[in-house]
């Protein structure tokens, strides 16, 4: 569970990398095909010898080394589970005191709810893990649910979320999957032959 912030840098992060990777493999290219003329045939390493044998070479390899450890291990850290609070604070709450409403019983309250309202089975309810207001209700349509009578509920039980927190600090989204699996019934059936 990351959040935002982390997956965007994420994202950030997996373009400059892909465009890097994509430029060294346009100059492995260009130097083994020599399109252009931009590089020389003879390569000459003399700098690159002189650089190594130089005294500050080791401590700036060091630090560079230090730096990408670091900057490993923040990431490895900002990508930890962390656990989310589970409250969300609502209207009412001042310098005198807060107010906050658990959103993971309530998660469940409004499961049950929305499975009394409309014609959805094996409704569960959860937090989203990077929104301590969302809470995201997961049912299956009832093989012979009616589109009407599952838009009312779900709107009714919208509007009395609405009503409960008319501040918005507590949001819905619903999530309808198709039709559970039904348990198999055996049945048999009498029939009678006239001779």
């Not at 997996?14 to 260009?30: K, P, S, Y």
């Not at 130097?31 to 700036?60: H, I, K």
């Amino acid at each position: 569970m990351t959040t935002r912030r982390t997956r965007s840098i994420d994202r950030l992060a997996t373009v400059v990398v892909g465009l890097a990777l994509l430029a060294a493999g346009l100059l492995a290219w260009e130097w083994r095909l020599d399109l252009t003329g931009w590089f020389q045939q003879t390569l000459r390493t003399n700098g690159a010898d002189g650089v190594l044998d130089s005294s500050w070479f080791p401590w700036a390899e060091a630090a560079v080394g230090v730096l990408l450890g670091v900057v490993g291990l923040a990431w490895l850290l900002a990508h930890l589970p962390r656990p989310t609070r589970g409250r969300s604070r609502i209207d009412g709450s001042d310098a005198t005191g807060r107010l906050e409403v658990e959103v993971a019983p309530l998660a469940r309250t409004l499961a049950d709810r929305w499975a009394e309202l409309a014609p959805v089975t094996g409704v569960r309810g959860r937090t989203a893990p990077d929104a301590n207001d969302l809470v995201e209700l997961v049912g299956h349509v009832d093989v012979e649910a009616d589109a009407d009578a599952l838009l009312v509920g779900t709107e009714q039980l919208e509007t009395e979320v609405e009503q409960a927190f008319p501040d918005g600090s507590v949001r819905v989204r619903f999530l309808l999957q198709g039709p559970g699996r039904q348990p198999r019934t055996r049945r048999t059936t009498d029939i009678t032959v006239d001779a």
